[in-house]
Structures are given as C-alpha cells and as structure tokens.
T-cell receptor, first 114, second 115 residues
C-alpha cells in the first residue's frame, strides 16, 4: 500500500537555526497537510496545501513557517529561527480529495530544539 | 471551529475483555466524517475506523466498532477481545465533508492492556 514518507525521522537543531522537514505524499494525492504534536498533547493542524498554494492555515502557522512543493513529489515545511517551543513531532499527511477518504499520515519527524 | 472532546485521558482493560473509548464533538454541520486513529509508542498515526455522518449504520472493522449517535454528537469506539497490541494512544478526529478539509483531533485516550 502506498505510504507517505517523511525525512528525517529525528532532527536536532540549535535554537535560532532554520530547519526543513521533508515529506513525499502519496503520488496521486491532491491535498497535503502538516500537523504538529507537542509531547503529551493532541495533534494540531498547521496548514493544508492544494493546487500549489496554501488552502488553509491555523493560527500556529505564522510567518516563522512556510511550505513548498518544489517538485512533483516533495512537500516541505520550513521553520525559520527555531524556538524551544517548536520541539514537537511533525506529521505530514495527504488525501486524494475524495471526501470520505481519510488522510494518510507519515511516520512523523521528531524535531528537537536545543 | 469544530471541537472534539475525549473525556478519558487514560483507560485500562484486561486482555480479551472489551473496552469503550468515548468521544464527543461539537459542530453545526450536517455532513461530516469521524475517525479513530491509533498512535502506538512509535508515534505513527494509524487509521482504525471511520464513519460517515450520513450513514446510520455503525462502522465495524474486525474487533473494532463504533457507536455513532448523531443527535447526541457522540462517537465511541468499542474494542472487543482486547489484545496487547491494542495498547496505544487513541485519537478521535472530525472532518467536515468538503474535500481537503483539515482534521480536528481530540486530546487522546491512553489505553493500557493488562495481560
């Protein structure tokens, strides 16, 4: 079964540095998402992306964050000037656009800010 | 915005027994979808079961079934014949019917299975 793949599985970064989290969604999917899960808390929506542009974003997704689909396969989340509170698990998800289908999640990238 | 509430932070069940995890949600929409995801210690998000709001019949997937009460906005998950591998965090999630909409997650229920 096709999978959403995320790299790296664990990223350790110094506070203030920029980090790029990478995702390869399922190939025929049209909608792409980033979610964040701070340790011990619920999964929170960050942003959705469709037709090469952001379709929706949460209040968490401020100017520090950006997303890009640089080619036909990758979907990236960039976090600039990382802060300690950005430490979390970041999940990428994709969906084929059929309304009753679930989102398929990647295994997540654990981001640790030191 | 829609909200999803899981009022049981932790639950435990004896192996081979049945357990029910609760979920309620708040929405003004009439058409939407509900999901249960399982998150084991590896922290993957694994789809367990889904329910379309327009369907009256409760969804079933092997040992997993739901009790969907639309009027009460309740969506509980029943796990029958619990197995050690069922131990995980379980998240209830809501999504409105329009394609591409985001998920709203509950805070999760941590399920322990006692051998």
């Amino acid at each position: 079964e096709p999978e959403v793949t995320q790299t790296p599985s664990h990223q350790v970064t110094q506070m203030g540095q920029e980090v790029i989290l990478r995702c390869v969604p399922i190939s025929n999917h049209l909608y792409f998402y980033w979610y964040r899960q701070i340790l011990g808390q619920k999964v929170e929506f960050l942003v959705s992306f469709y037709n090469n542009e952001i379709s929706e974003k949460s209040e968490i997704f401020d100017d520090q964050f950006s997303v890009e689909r640089p080619d036909g396969s990758n979907f990236t989340l960039k976090i600039r000037s990382t802060k300690l509170e950005d430490s979390a698990m970041y999940f990428c998800a994709s969906n084929d656009g059929v309304s009753n289908q679930p989102q398929h999640f990647g295994d997540g990238t654990r981001l640790s800010i030191l | 915005a829609q909200t999803v509430t899981q009022s049981q932070p932790e639950m435990s069940v004896q192996e081979a027994e049945t357990v029910t995890l609760s979920c309620t949600y708040d929405t003004s929409e009439s058409d939407y979808y509900l999901f249960w995801y399982k998150q084991p210690p590896s922290r993957q998000m694994i789809l367990v079961i889904r329910q379309e709001a327009y369907k009256q019949q409760n969804a079933t997937e092997n040992r997993f079934s739901v009790n969907f009460q639309k009027a009460a906005k309740s969506f509980s998950l029943k796990i029958s014949d619990s197995q050690l591998g069922d131990a995980a965090m379980y998240f209830c999630a809501y999504r409105s019917a329009a394609p591409g909409n985001q998920f709203y997650f509950g805070t999760g229920t941590s399920l322990t299975v006692i051998p």
